[in-house]
């Protein structure tokens, strides 16, 4: 079994930061891949960003040059540093780990969701 335990979403005002952490734990052999990704109401669910464990990393067009996605390989734990925040950014956001549990499986994990609101 693999969690995943997000953190950091709140209200804040157009123009604020907020910081999102998720830490993954269980039965993890390795890491390929960690990210967020958001959904507001009445859209699908989104890619935010993405770091792979070769450290490279993808940002949405929306968030590029404001939000920030780094990782901490040694506590499994992937972070949103989210700046410049606007209203449309208003969604619940969610971690995802895809990861092998074992050396010839993995999937695709995710978190319960944190609600990060932006008010104008």
């Known amino acids: 079994q693999v969690q995943l335990v997000e953190s950091g979403g709140g209200l804040v005002q157009a123009g604020g930061s907020l910081r999102l952490s998720c830490a993954a734990s269980?039965?993890?052999?390795?890491?390929?891949?960690m990210g967020w990704y958001r959904q507001a109401p009445g859209k699908q669910r989104e890619l935010v960003a993405t770091?792979?464990?070769?450290?490279?990393?993808n940002y949405a067009d929306s968030v590029k040059g404001r939000f920030t996605i780094s990782r901490d390989n040694a506590k499994n734990t992937v972070y949103l540093q989210m700046n410049s925040l606007k209203p449309e950014d208003t969604a619940v956001y969610y971690c995802?780990?895809?990861?092998?549990?074992?050396?010839?499986?993995?999937?695709?994990?995710w978190g319960q969701g944190t609600q990060v609101t932006v008010s104008a």
């Open positions: 995802n780990a895809r990861l092998y549990s074992t050396p010839q499986e993995w999937s695709d994990y």
């Open positions: 269980g039965s993890i052999f390795s890491i390929v891949a």
């Open positions: 770091h792979n464990s070769g450290g490279a990393r």
